[in-house]
C-alpha cells in the first residue's frame, strides 16, 4: 500500500514539473508570428517573416520548412552559421535573408505549400516554437474572362440564361456574377482540368493541372430588372490580389408594341369620304339644272 501511495506522489510531482516547464516555456519564448504572402506570382522575390521575443534568452536555432522538410536553418553559434537545403522551386537569397526574415527569388509553382517557422532558445531551457501560414505560387492568366448570354433581347417573363468562363489558373478562378451592381448567385459551378498547355500535354502524376472555372446563371426577367429598358449582366474573375478582371453583358427589353394601322385602309376611308363628297355636289348640280328647265 506505501508503495501505491508513493507512486501516485511521484506521478504528481513529474506532471506538476511538466506544467512548470511548459508555463516557463511560454513566458520564455512568447509572440512567436509569421508573414507569409498567400499568392505571390512565378518568378516573384518573396519574403517570409518571422518575428519572435526571447525573453532575454539567446537564440539556439532558426529554421524554415516547407511542409516537413527543413530547407533553411541559421545557428549563431556555429561557422558557417547558415545552411540551405535545396528544394524544388525554392531559391533562397543568402545576401538580403536574416535571422528574422527569408527571402525567396524566382519563385516557381513547386513552391506552393505550407511554410512553417521554428526558433528554440538556446541553453539551459532549449525551449521550442513554432508557427506557419500557407503560400500559392500562380501563374496570373493573362486572358480575360468570357461571358455568353443565350439572348440579347427578352420580354418580361422570359429566363436570361449565360456563363462565364475564366481562363486556366491554378488555383482555379473564383467567379462573381452581378446584374445592374447588385451580386446574384450563380446557378452551377464546374472546374475542368487543362491537360495541355502551349501546345505541350501537361503531365497528370506529380504537378498540379490547371482549372478553367465555369460558372452559369439563370434569372427570370421581371420589370424591376430592366432599367430604362435595359438590363446589366457583369463576371468578376478574380485569383486572390493578383487577377482581377470584369466582363458585361446588356440585355435588352422587347416590349410588345402595337400594330400600325393599315396605310391601304386609311387611303380606302379617304377615298370614300371623298367619293360621297363628290357624289353630293353633282346632285346639287343636277337639281339645280333640272329646276331651270321646269321654269
Known amino acids: 500500500m506505501k508503495m501505491e501511495k508513493f507512486v501516485d506522489v511521484s506521478s504528481g510531482k513529474r506532471l506538476f514539473l511538466l506544467l512548470l516547464t511548459v508555463v516557463d516555456g511560454i ?56 545552411q540551405v537545403f535545396p528544394l524544388p522551386g525554392i531559391n533562397v537569397d543568402l545576401t538580403k535573408s536574416t535571422p528574422n526574415k527569408l527571402v525567396l527569388k524566382n519563385v516557381q509553382a513547386e513552391a506552393t505549400g ?23 505560387v500562380i501563374d496570373v492568366p493573362v486572358e480575360e474572362p468570357t461571358i455568353i448570354m443565350e439572348k440579347d433581347l427578352l420580354e418580361i417573363g422570359q429566363p436570361a440564361k449565360g456563363n462565364c468562363t475564366a481562363p486556366a489558373s491554378y488555383p482555379a478562378a473564383n467567379i462573381t456574377w452581378y446584374l445592374n451592381g447588385k451580386r446574384i448567385n450563380e446557378s452551377y459551378l464546374k472546374h475542368l482540368p487543362v491537360m495541355e498547355q502551349k501546345g505541350k500535354m501537361v503531365p497528370s502524376s506529380g504537378r498540379r493541372l490547371p482549372l478553367i472555372t465555369l460558372s452559369g446563371v439563370e434569372v427570370e426577367m421581371d420589370e424591376r430588372i430592366f432599367h430604362g429598358g435595359k438590363a446589366r449582366f457583369s463576371c468578376v474573375a478574380s485569383i486572390f490580389e493578383l487577377y482581377n478582371k470584369e466582363k458585361e453583358f446588356t440585355i435588352e427589353e422587347d416590349r410588345p408594341r402595337p400594330r400600325p394601322s393599315s396605310v391601304l385602309g386609311n387611303r380606302d376611308a379617304s377615298a370614300g369620304s371623298c367619293l360621297a363628297s363628290t357624289s353630293t355636289v353633282i346632285c346639287l348640280v343636277l337639281l339645280c339644272l333640272l329646276n ?4
Open 27 to 82: 513566458i520564455a519564448l512568447k509572440d512567436v508570428s509569421v508573414v507569409i504572402p498567400p499568392a505571390v506570382r512565378i518568378m516573384d522575390t518573396v519574403t517570409l517573416q518571422c518575428d519572435y521575443d526571447l525573453e532575454g534568452e539567446p537564440l539556439y536555432t532558426f529554421k524554415w520548412y516547407k511542409g516537413t522538410k527543413e530547407f533553411y536553418r541559421f545557428i549563431p553559434k556555429e561557422l558557417p552559421n547558415t
Open 114 to 136: 505550407r511554410y512553417k517557422c521554428e526558433v528554440s532558445s538556446d541553453a539551459p531551457n532549449f525551449y521550442t516554437f513554432m508557427q506557419s501560414g500557407y503560400m500559392y
Open 292 to 295: 331651270f328647265m321646269l321654269r
